[in-house]
DNA sequence: ACAATGTTGTTCAGTGTTCAACTACTAGCG
DNA sequence: CGCTAGTAGTTGAACACTGAACAACATTGT
């Protein structure tokens, strides 16, 4: 608590412009998508990570956690998709708690029609701005603090030469 | 509408982890400062910036213009800033239509206690896993994301050795 | 079998955000 | 001057999100 690691300004300025840069982006990827789609960003996740599951459907907590998002938004969440028809709830015959979000038809057809403006979109907003190897530097940036973050969402870091084991391990 | 530009893999997984990063800042930045502070980072953006301002005021539609926010949202904020005690508002004697935003003493201190924490969260969670020679790069990346989304709110670019100019302009 | 502990998913109240409508004023132009 | 158009700021209704509390079930250990 005593003393705190000010920014210098160079590290504000950088600050700064990352706040500005990720807000500019969702804010408008929101709007994006709830004016074609009429579903907001947090949604449409939702709906991929179903998409992408085996069978379209996953236990309510693993959609949760790969969507990034709380099991109270995403209780809130699926409550409403299920009134628009786009995502069905299945009791859990394996566990008595659970629960099973599914993708319906309708849902997948709604993602399919939403996902060409949002890919758009996220194109102009993020990386059309930038070079190829500022998009990657941006990739090794993003897993690197969501490594930090949230160690359970990141991707296994890169496959780098290591030092070769003995081979004698016991 | 024709063609999409899909994104490739590489792609996907630079987006996947951005939207995962940055979320996963927002979202802890955001309850750091509700826990420890009794604001979003919303509010404290917003007085963040009245402290900065000449007088320690700025008219609503600046502050909301410097604080990237809609008008709508900063005139929520500032009423709850006000019941707060934080913020207080004046009529605009130049402009009959305009208000001032003014941070009040309370407000100030609220801020400079508030601050240490939120700096070494934004430290913990974005600096501290990077290099020195990441966080410059993702300086640049995040100025020109900005300088296409948000022209208004981004630094002038940085002054490189330019051709010179005949300087016979007219 | 039983108690203690942890997990799953939902709900509630409180709060924040959005969009569109609205009032009040200013500015430009004939 | 009077008309039109634009800008500043606020409001209300619909919607989304949060943390905490809760019920139901699973798991662990004895």
Redesign the interface.
Known sequence: ?AD????DA??Q???R??????????E?LDRQLLRDAGMPLTYYEVLVRLSEAEGRQLRMHELARLS?TSRSRLSHAVTRLEEQGWVARRDCPEDGRGAYATLTEDGFEALREA??GH??A??T??????TAE?????????????????PD???PPPARPRPPTTGTTG
């Open positions: 608590m705190t690691r000010w920014l160079e590290e300025a950088t600050w412009a990352f706040l500005g840069a990720s807000r500019a982006i969702f408008e990034g996902a060409p890919v758009e996220v194109r907003l993020l990386f059309d701005p930038l500022q998009v990657a530097t941006l990739g090794t940036i993003s897993e690197q603090v969501l490594r930090a973050a949230r969402l990141a991707p």
